[in-house]
RNA sequence: GGUCCGGUAGCUCAGCUGGAUAGAGCAACAGCCUUCUAAGCUGUGGGUCUCGGGUUCGAAUCCCGACCGGAUCACCA
């Protein structure tokens, strides 16, 4: 609620009480923007008073229009009542007001400071292969999340846990060791985590093969998934890994090490940072040895073959595993001993974990099992639950190659981009190569991260490689290039004394714009109570429509009244202001010129 | 089978805490650059909001049921 429906949400109430008696609740008073086909520009919904008014809706509707306009000291200019509606016209120097006020707040939109912490875990890749698209959304949305809840005043610690061992790297390790011939990112020239994911491949290939061939041999598959030697020898590295093996632990350092500098260079280009960053290979152990905890207090109970569980049956879930028989730890417990060393790293307020909806069990049982080992925050954790992405033919599998990759499909959005700006060298005339590449990367990127963004973040998304991301109607470059337009303007108007006179009186489209620009608070409050970046996507694009409109329909440079053309240029250079400030909530740099 | 999520225009998606005649973009078609950036603006066509009940002044939105699609229920992560 902005500070208009505040104040005429108070007037309304007070209507009702002088007219009818009626000491309405604030559920009753309804307000919303007045549709465009009618006259004004917040309507107040009178249904709710019909009752204790004993009148038809059109009638009340006039008679609080009525007493409105006699009593909210000019701020109801006029207004019309059709059915139960009563459109409100509020007066233009409420707008101006409001505007100039806008224009003073250098952090507009920003909701004050609440002293709490919010940690944001987000990215948790596996080293054994590189990020590929459905990586890149949970990115973009863990890092858009992040600053979306900075906005909403929350401190906020970004933070990934890198899941660097288990059975899937003693995979790409092996194939690397048996087919590799000491093949480096260096010798290859391929980007570190690239080559390790080309040998994760690898394995399965052979792995398959020799598969089949022992079900050649009559036996079933399942035995020769267990029996095929490459497996076997993959879980002897993984043992061998577990009991500090120096060989198998230096080739597992130097591998990671190549897969982190490409994760770097990905992250860098993608725009996602992180304060803190646990791997889990410094985490499993701990939680182990809570694991142990909570089974000396009988929280959970040791089966014959040694392995530990957790009875969630009373809780209307299953019966869980946390140890193998072998005593080695599974993810569940590597996220319990991390989700301790964070809370013991930071005092943190709220946790939420970033990740896919096929984790969602996972989760449940993780906040119940916290919740038993006496972590107060178990019970609070929260799983930001987001859809997959899916590609014309179903999901993308690592393993069969049916990926996208995140670098390919960066290099790809920034060379379109570049393709498209060629054609716009009129605009872009005296710029340098350098400045030509860094307006066609920023502009890629925009267009991918804002396809992504845009999207609901529950629902599953569908892209198809097949049809490049678009530049054009609701995209980011839609945006970018709204703003670019704005600072070509405020570029050509020169310095501008400030505080001079506004003109006093407004066209349709300029009270528009400003209406829009009053919204932006309440957006990036809802934004952040529902987490969800798609908001601010929506409320951008509806922002730049009306800036192009508005644009399209006056003229700014050229307005002869100088009231009229400085209230325009501030107003312009406003909705630059929160066009950044939104784009820069979801990750998406702004060029001065396209 | 149990649980969870989804089904809105040819396609991709908004709208979903009940409000006026359901919106965008893409694709198709027709216009607008001697005027501040045409990655823009304007217009046309396009809908059984999956289906059936219910709640009420009012339902795409809430409730119940069906159908369809997806996820999950591992000594995987």
């Known amino acids: 609620m902005n500070s208009l429906e505040q104040q005429i949400s108070l007037l309304a109430k007070s209507a009702v009480k002088a007219l009818y008696d009626l000491e309405a609740e604030d559920s009753q008073i309804q307000l919303q923007k007045t549709r465009p086909e009618f006259e004004g520009n917040i309507t107040l919904v009178v249904f709710p008073f019909v009752k204790a008014a004993r009148k038809a809706p059109a009638q009340v509707a006039a008679e609080i229009g009525e007493w409105l306009s006699a009593n909210s000291e000019g701020l109801v200019a006029r207004f019309n009542a059709v059915q139960g509606f009563l459109n409100l016209v509020i007066d233009d120097a409420f707008w101006v007001k409001q505007l100039v006020a806008i224009d003073a707040d250098d952090h507009y939109g920003r909701q004050p400071e609440r002293n709490q912490l919010m940690m944001v875990e987000y990215s948790s890749p596996n080293t054994n292969k590189p990020l590929h698209l459905g990586h890149v959304r949970n990115n973009l949305l863990g890092y858009s999340i992040a600053q979306i809840q900075e906005a909403n005043g929350w401190k906020v610690v970004k933070t990934n846990i890198v899941n660097d061992r288990g059975i899937h790297i003693c995979k790409s390790m092996l194939a690397w060791l048996k087919y590799g011939n ?10 570190g985590d690239h080559l390790i994911g080309d040998y994760y491949v690898r394995f399965d290939k052979e792995y398959k093969k020799q598969i089949a061939e022992l079900m050649a041999t009559g036996k079933d598959e399942e035995t020769a998934k267990r029996e095929a030697p490459l497996m076997l020898e993959a879980q002897e590295m993984l043992r061998k890994w577990e009991a500090n093996d120096p060989e198998v632990r230096g080739l597992w350092a130097k591998m990671n090490e190549w897969v982190y500098a490409g994760f770097d260079e990905t992250y860098k280009r993608m725009g996602v940072s992180f304060d803190k960053i646990y791997y889990e290979s410094n985490t499993y152990l701990e939680g182990k040895s809570e694991v142990e905890k ?9 089966r014959e073959d040694g392995s530990v569980w957790a009875d969630l049956t009373k809780d209307g879930l299953d019966e869980k595993l946390l140890l193998r028989s072998d005593g080695t730890s599974v993810y569940m417990t590597q996220d319990i001993g991390t989700a301790k060393l964070r809370f013991q790293d930071y005092p943190i307020d709220k946790m939420v974990y970033v990740v896919g909806n096929e984790q969602e069990y996972h989760f449940k049982v993780l906040s119940i099992l916290l919740d038993r080992l006496g972590f107060p925050f178990g019970k609070e954790l929260v799983h930001f639950s987001y859809g997959m992405v899916e590609l014309p033919n179903g999901k993308m599998k690592s393993r069969e190659g049916t990926v996208v990759d995140a670098d390919d499909l960066m290099d790809k959005m920034v060379e379109d981009a570049k393709e498209i700006s060629k054609d716009k060298v009129n605009t872009l005339q005296g710029i340098t190569p350098a400045e030509a590449d860094e307006i066609a990367r920023k502009v890629g990127l925009g267009a991918l991260k804002y396809f992504i963004l845009k ?24 945006i970018q290039y709204t703003y670019a337009r704005i600072q070509s303007v405020l570029r050509k108007a020169g310095e501008r004394a400030s505080a001079n006179a506004y003109a006093s009186s407004l066209e349709n489209k300029e009270l528009a714009l400003i209406q829009r620009l009053c919204e932006y608070p309440s957006v990036v409050r809802t934004a952040g109570d529902e987490f969800s970046p798609a908001v601010i996507c929506n409320y951008a694009y509806a922002l730049a429509c009306d800036f192009n409109s508005f644009y399209h329909d006056l003229s700014i440079l ?23 400030s939104a784009m820069r909530l979801l990750g998406i740099e702004m060029p001065e010129r396209m």
């Open 182 to 191: 000491g093949e480096t990112p260096e010798s290859s020239g391929k980007k």
């Open 294 to 302: 909570g089974l000396a207090t009988g929280q959970f109970y040791r």
């Open 455 to 478: 999207v609901d973040p529950r629902k599953n998304m569908l892209f198809n490689p097949a049809e490049s991301i678009d530049f054009n109607g609701n995209t980011g470059p839609f």
């Open 558 to 580: 050229n307005e002869p009244d100088e009231q009229k053309k400085e209230l325009r240029l501030l107003l312009s250079a406003n909705v630059a202001k929160v066009l950044r």
